[in-house]
């Protein structure tokens, strides 16, 4: 079905279009850039278990709780509670998702800024010859505090999005995501393979692949679960909204099994990208390095550089990872979107405009604060953002999604609105368990771990 002037909502075209989109909206920056960053700073391998275990757990449970809520109202966040609680409270648990989408993006779409101008940067031909960890590093810090290009990248990136979203479902987020989410996953695969064929790889490979649990603490556990929310879009309404265009026919079981799945093998070639070109990189000392936010962007350049047809990869790599920051801030706009066309009644187009300016102007303070200006810097806005929205308030959405399904709207009707497309769901005892106890079991001690730390 598509879009029409009395049907502005609009629907995926097919199951495997879904499963792209969403794909696309999970697999971004969150893989790309957040992934390794994490690792880095808490503990290498220890992280990447616990990252995996929690998707697999509490990730696809809470992915298949919002693709359900989100199937059976056909609404945005707020219309979700609404609809089930209709002149209850909970609406307001919508508008906490709203906002916390429109934060994310704004810093987020810093990190796509940055993205964008790698791609110019590659064209312009600066990762030609030998680029050392140094030179790579310079190239980083010089762009990230230029304030004008930066506020200019972050511009780029906000109109392409709104644009975007202003066409819809179908015309806009289906038709790339389709054509582009394929091609990155190719070129991830061979860059991968480039990366453990280099020379004095083994160490970055045994950091990232060879648990030391003496790492192991409440933070990697914090991070990790957080980590799961934030590379597949949830505790926010994202796969809420996603789900809202799924047809009533289409297996929601398999489609969160491939999200999850696609997203964490990106993930972890990314991974397998980073850390052995990092540490086959002279001077690189695998216990002292310093991770900064700018981790991938100064190790990509290293191996792009080491490439025969580098230059041509890296115009390639920066363009693809851009379209899968793309596809990310898209998702992330739609769900504001879709709350003021659904509930407000108001056109796409302006929707769209609305959200996208405000979010641009919020996007400020945080491209800024990577060294453009030094109060902001101080203050380590970007950072604390990702903090606050990218790990709290996500798990915080995730437990309402658990609390709200099990105990308002029930887990019966969860599982009868999955049954209509997917009649055998193998693992229903299983993701039943873990809806009712062990994700909000595991959110509430996470999240009672960091205030405690944060207070104490
Ligand atoms: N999942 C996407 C990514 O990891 O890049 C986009 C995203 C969604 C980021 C939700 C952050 C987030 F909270």
Same mark, same amino acid.
């Given at each position: 079905?598509?879009?029409?002037?009395?049907?502005?909502?609009?629907?995926?075209?097919?199951?495997?279009?879904?499963?792209?989109?969403?794909?696309?909206?999970?697999?971004?920056?969150?893989?790309?850039?957040?992934?390794?960053?994490?690792?880095?700073?808490?503990?290498?391998?220890?992280?990447?278990?616990?990252?995996?275990?929690?998707?697999?757990?509490?990730?696809?449970?809470?992915?298949?709780?919002?693709?359900?809520?989100?199937?059976?109202?056909?609404?945005?966040?707020?219309?979700?509670?609404?609809?089930?609680?209709?002149?209850?409270?909970?609406?307001?648990?919508?508008?906490?998702?709203?906002?916390?989408?429109?934060?994310?993006?704004?810093?987020?779409?810093?990190?796509?800024?940055?993205?964008?101008?790698?791609?110019?940067?590659?064209?312009?031909?600066?990762?030609?010859?030998?680029?050392?960890?140094?030179?790579?590093?310079?190239?980083?810090?010089?762009?990230?505090?230029?304030?004008?290009?930066?506020?200019?990248?972050?511009?780029?990136?906000?109109?392409?999005?709104?644009?975007? @979203?202003?066409? !819809?479902?179908?015309? /806009? #987020?289906?038709?790339?995501?389709?054509? &582009?989410?394929?091609? $990155?996953?190719?070129? *991830?695969?061979?860059?991968?393979?480039?990366?453990?064929?280099?020379?004095?790889?083994?160490?970055?490979?045994?950091?990232?692949?060879?648990?030391?649990?003496?790492?192991?603490?409440?933070?990697?556990?914090?991070?990790?679960?957080?980590?799961?929310?934030?590379?597949?879009?949830?505790?926010?309404?994202?796969?809420?909204?996603?789900?809202?265009?799924?047809?009533?026919?289409?297996?929601?079981?398999?489609?969160?099994?491939?999200?999850?799945?696609?997203?964490?093998?990106?993930?972890?070639?990314?991974?397998?990208?980073?850390?052995?070109?990092?540490?086959?990189?002279?001077?690189?000392?695998?216990?002292?390095?310093?991770?900064?936010?700018?981790?991938?962007?100064?190790?990509?350049?290293?191996?792009?550089?080491? @490439?025969?047809? !580098?230059?041509?990869? /890296? #115009?390639?790599?920066?363009?693809?990872? &851009?379209?899968?920051? $793309?596809?990310?801030? *898209?998702?992330?706009?739609?769900?504001?979107?879709?709350?003021?066309?659904?509930?407000?009644?108001?056109?796409?187009?302006?929707?769209?405009?609305?959200?996208?300016?405000?979010?641009?102007?919020?996007?400020?303070?945080?491209?800024?604060?990577?060294?453009?200006?030094?109060?902001?810097?101080?203050?380590?806005?970007?950072?604390?953002?990702?903090?606050?929205?990218?790990?709290?308030?996500?798990?915080?959405?995730?437990?309402?999604?658990?609390?709200?399904?099990?105990?308002?709207?029930?887990?019966?009707?969860?599982?009868?609105?999955?049954?209509?497309?997917?009649?055998?769901?193998?693992?229903?005892?299983?993701?039943?368990?873990?809806?009712?106890?062990?994700?909000?079991?595991?959110?509430?001690?996470?999240?009672?771990?960091?205030?405690?730390?944060?207070?104490?």
């Amino acid at each position: 079905m598509g879009e029409s002037i009395t049907d502005p909502r609009g629907t995926w075209g097919s199951k495997l279009a879904f499963i792209f989109a969403a794909s696309g909206s999970a697999i971004g920056l969150g893989s790309m850039w957040r992934f390794p960053l994490m690792v880095g700073k808490n503990g290498g391998a220890v992280f990447v278990f616990t990252y995996i275990i929690s998707v697999f757990f509490i990730g696809f449970t809470i992915m298949l709780a919002e693709l359900t809520l989100g199937r059976r109202t056909q609404k945005n966040p707020v219309g979700v509670f609404q609809t089930i609680k209709p002149g209850s409270s909970w609406k307001y648990a919508g508008y906490v998702a709203l906002v916390t989408c429109v934060c994310i993006l704004s810093y987020y779409g810093v990190i796509a800024g940055w993205a964008f101008g790698y791609f110019y940067k590659t064209i312009g031909g600066m990762f030609r010859g030998n680029i050392t960890w140094d030179i790579s590093d310079t190239i980083f810090k010089n762009f990230a505090s230029n304030p004008l290009e930066i506020v200019f990248c972050i511009f780029i990136i906000m109109a392409i999005t709104t644009f975007v @979203i202003s066409k !819809g479902v179908q015309g /806009g #987020i289906e038709r790339w995501s389709k054509i &582009l989410m394929p091609v $990155l996953f190719a070129l *991830i695969l061979f860059l991968a393979i480039r990366a453990i064929t280099l020379g004095g790889a083994q160490t970055g490979i045994s950091y990232y692949l060879l648990p030391d649990l003496s790492k192991m603490d409440p933070n990697v556990f914090f991070f990790g679960v957080g980590q799961a929310f934030y590379s597949l879009s949830l505790g926010m309404g994202i796969m809420m909204t996603y789900g809202s265009y799924i047809g009533k026919r289409d297996n929601l079981v398999t489609s969160a099994g491939w999200v999850c799945f696609s997203t964490t093998l990106v993930a972890f070639l990314t991974g397998i990208i980073i850390f052995p070109a990092l540490f086959a990189t002279p001077g690189i000392n695998p216990g002292e390095f310093e991770v900064s936010t700018g981790l991938m962007f100064q190790v990509f350049p290293i191996v792009i550089s080491k @490439i025969p047809g !580098g230059y041509l990869f /890296g #115009i390639l790599f920066f363009f693809l990872l &851009l379209v899968a920051a $793309l596809t990310s801030t *898209i998702s992330l706009l739609e769900v504001p979107v879709a709350y003021f066309i659904d509930e407000k009644r108001w056109p796409r187009k302006k929707a769209a405009l609305l959200v996208g300016i405000v979010t641009f102007a919020l996007a400020i303070p945080s491209g800024l604060s990577v060294g453009g200006v030094k109060f902001l810097t101080n203050w380590k806005f970007l950072i604390s953002m990702d903090l606050v929205f990218g790990n709290i308030m996500l798990a915080v959405g995730g437990l309402i999604v658990c609390v709200f399904l099990v105990y308002l709207w029930r887990t019966q009707n969860a599982l009868q609105e999955i049954s209509l497309g997917s009649r055998g769901f193998k693992l229903k005892s299983l993701w039943v368990f873990n809806i009712k106890f062990l994700a909000p079991v595991v959110i509430i001690i996470i999240l009672f771990f960091k205030i405690f730390n944060a207070i104490s």
